[in-house]
Every structure is written in structure tokens, then in C-alpha cells.
């Protein structure tokens, strides 16, 4: 797992028998950014819910799939700020989800800050940072 500021870790995909150990680790909740059947022997999101509620964690699954949509970011806003914290976010390599990660704290860390967060993940994601600034730069009265 990769650390993210904010008190999130980002990881490829998990295992259901891996959610009991996260608990034991501290962690409060989860976030699966995997659609399901994505990949052979890949667990559904219905199992990986069942270990999170067995292991007393919050589980949301938001799946990205065909790129980023307006709706798939205002899901993960909403997410990281009701999500208690530490919380594990996954998907099949942690790109995508390291990608959600940057829109939904944006707002909150800035270009930079979101930029060299991701680069010290491990994640060189230069390609997003002006679909960041335009989505900083988005007008918010509507």
C-alpha cells in the first residue's frame, strides 16, 4: 500500500480475507473502485462488502471503469469527506484510484500539493494535472 495524504492508503486489488487484517491494522473504511467481473477470480464488490461489515469497516464501492465522469467524482468527494478515516482505496493497480483521490482533494490541497503526492505514491500522473486545474477552476454557482 501507498501512503496519500489525508490518511489514505491506495492499493491494487484487495482480497476479502485481507479486509479482517486492515481492521486489526486501524483502518476505519474502504473504498472499491473495481467494477466488478473486471478480471477472472477477481472478488465481487458484494463480497468484499461482506468481509468489510464482518470486520466492523465502512465500505463504499464506486467504480470507475470507462474513464472519469462528473458523477464518479462527486461520488468520491463525497466519500473521502463522510468516509472515517484511515481508509484503504483500491482498484486493480491503485492508478484509479489515486486518480479519484487527486479531484476529490483538490479543493483542499492544491495543484502542487495533489501533484507531488501522487509522485511520491509512486504514481507519475502528469497527464491529469490540467483536467485538475480545470476542475479547481470549475465555476460553482450553478
Not at 464506486?62 to 473521502?80: H, Q, R, Y
Request: charged letters at 20%; glycine letters at 6%; proline letters at 7%.
Amino acid at each position: 500500500m501507498k501512503e496519500l495524504p489525508g490518511n489514505v492508503f491506495v492499493s491494487g486489488q484487495l482480497m476479502p480475507a485481507q479486509i479482517q487484517v486492515l481492521a486489526e491494522q486501524g483502518v476505519k473504511s474502504v473504498i472499491n473502485n473495481r467494477p466488478d467481473q473486471e478480471a477472472p477470480l477477481q472478488p465481487l464488490s458484494e463480497e468484499m462488502e461482506a468481509a468489510a461489515e464482518a470486520a466492523s469497516l465502512g465500505y463504499l464501492h464506486i467504480p470507475m471503469s470507462a474513464g472519469l465522469t462528473p458523477d464518479l467524482i462527486a461520488a468520491s468527494i463525497k466519500a473521502f469527506e463522510s468516509a472515517p478515516r484511515p481508509i484503504v482505496v483500491f482498484c486493480a493497480s491503485g492508478r484509479r484510484s489515486t486518480v479519484l483521490w487527486a479531484f476529490a482533494h483538490i479543493d483542499q490541497l492544491g495543484i502542487d500539493a495533489v501533484m507531488q503526492a501522487m509522485s511520491d505514491a509512486g504514481y507519475q500522473l502528469e497527464q491529469i494535472r490540467n483536467p485538475l486545474m480545470e476542475f479547481a477552476a470549475r465555476d460553482r454557482t450553478c
